[in-house]
């Protein structure tokens, strides 16, 4: 089985950082109100790390978790993702980074409802510009890695909630993403089914793909050897811990 991070041009900056956040303020205009999502944010985050963030509700996760993933950029600060600064590329080029160094895994799948699993996974590759026989043999590679070769070409109707998040994890790493992005990957399953999700993001760790996943559940988080807290726009504490020993996965 290919290890979804082999890729070429893989590596972090010069100073091993894959992510590198300094001084990252977000602020949202709503209305005559000013809300400040990130306040002074510093992070850095090397290749192959297991992250969690984790936070109350209007902590600033969610936007730390779109700023990484190139989905918003800083009103102020310094992202460089791979020692390239985010906050010079152009709309294109941001289009790229979400596309080739990014995989994401959402709590509702993000699933084309018309389309089956297996042209679901191949997407990333379309927008890519990758040829139809090239994209056909890695969208069927990568749901062999999640288990699903027996539901290719079942629409998302048809699958289990379960089944759908392994659709969508197989398509979070089918363009060898730098880093993978989950943002509550168990919020809409049952405790058994996100236990198994969540021994495939083990695996997928083990593997050497760098997983930062934002949640609110400790269970959850305990799979991961970092975990960063926020609060208030601010991360309140970052601390490294002995990995999950996945008795309960």
């Known amino acids: 089985m290919a290890t979804p ?15 590198d956040i300094k001084d990252v303020c977000k602020i949202y205009i709503m209305g005559t109100n000013e809300v ?4 002074g944010v510093d992070l850095r985050v090397q290749a192959g790390e297991y992250l969690a963030v984790m936070g109350p509700s209007g902590s600033g996760k969610s936007t730390l978790m779109n700023v990484v993933g190139c989905l918003d ?42 389309a089956d699993a297996l042209h679901n996974v191949e997407l990333p ?7 139809a026989k090239e994209r056909r043999a890695r969208a069927i590679e990568m749901m062999e890695l999640v288990g699903l070769t027996d539901r290719m070409h079942h629409r998302p109707n048809e699958l ?27 919020g809409n399953l049952d405790t ?9 993001l083990d695996d997928i760790h083990r593997q050497g793909n760098t997983v930062i996943l934002v949640t609110h559940e400790e ?31």
């Not at 991070?5 to 992510?19: S, T």
């Not at 590759?125 to 040829?131: D, E, F, Q, T």
């Not at 058994?192 to 495939?200: F, H, K, N, S, V």
């Open 5 to 19: 991070h082999d890729r070429p041009g893989a590596a972090p900056a010069e100073n091993g950082a894959l992510i």
């Open 36 to 39: 400040r999502a990130l306040a």
């Open 73 to 114: 950029t800083p009103s102020s600060g310094s992202y460089r993702l791979r020692g390239i600064e985010i906050r010079d590329r152009d709309d294109d080029e941001l289009a790229r980074i979400r596309n080739q160094e990014i995989g994401f895994v959402f709590q509702t799948f993000n699933l084309l409802p018309r």
């Open 125 to 131: 590759l379309i927008y890519s510009g990758k040829p």
């Open 160 to 186: 289990s909630g379960g089944q759908r998040q392994r659709v969508a994890i197989a398509r979070a790493l089918v363009n060898n993403p730098a880093i993978v992005l989950a943002d509550e990957p168990t």
């Open 192 to 200: 058994r089914t996100g236990q198994e999700i969540m021994a495939l």
């Open 219 to 249: 269970e959850i988080a305990a799979h991961a050897h970092r975990v960063v807290r926020l609060r208030d726009g601010l991360i309140e504490s970052d601390v490294r811990r002995a990995p999950h020993d996945g008795s309960t996965a």
